[in-house]
């Protein structure tokens, strides 16, 4: 279990952190590849899918499942403490241009998500995704694209990530990430 003093300090951490978030416009025309990740739990097991697709054709390229052993408890808006180790051994050695991941960038009380962590980790564009916004967010920090909640990570403006994620809706949704949460809980897509 996390005590109050261990969150009040990650709670700190994550404001500072937030500071080092960069905003920019992205050129869509650059983007070849779009990945995404998903992170699903089985008693003590977290379950982390990887799918790797075209841009914006959304042709599937890659997929990857992985299994380990949960190493944190969830504690609302301390997801990352959860899902860090998961996504990073996901991704870890794979290639793409933009990061799409199952939880929120700045859209987030302390404005640094999930997504945000992720993205200052791997130095690479990410863009938050969510399926419905946290209390406490900024309005203006994410906005709602089909039935998906979308905000910065890092290394991407909120507009670009909006263009992103619009190319990629299937019935509301953006399909890498639809793969990547089917992964995750079923091991295959």
Known sequence: MINESKLGRMAKAQEKLSARVVEKPLDLSAIKTVAAVDVAYKEDT??????????????????????????????????????????????????????????????????????????????????????????????????????????????INLESALRIVESLLDEGYPMPLKLADRLSKRGRI
């Open 46 to 155: 977290a379950r982390a899918g990887f799918v790797l697709c075209s841009f914006p054709e959304c042709a599937v390229v890659k997929a990857k499942f992985m299994e380990m052993e949960v190493s944190a408890p969830y504690v609302p808006t301390f997801f990352f403490l959860r899902e860090t180790r998961p996504v990073l051994l996901a991704v870890r050695g794979e290639s793409f241009d933009v990061l799409l991941v199952e939880g929120h960038g700045k859209a987030h009380p302390r404005g640094y998500g999930l997504a945000s962590h992720i993205g200052l980790l791997v130095g690479r564009p990410t863009i938050g995704v969510a399926k419905r916004p946290l209390r406490g967010s900024p309005r203006n920090s994410f906005k709602r694209v089909g039935k998906a909640y979308v905000s910065v990570g890092h290394l």
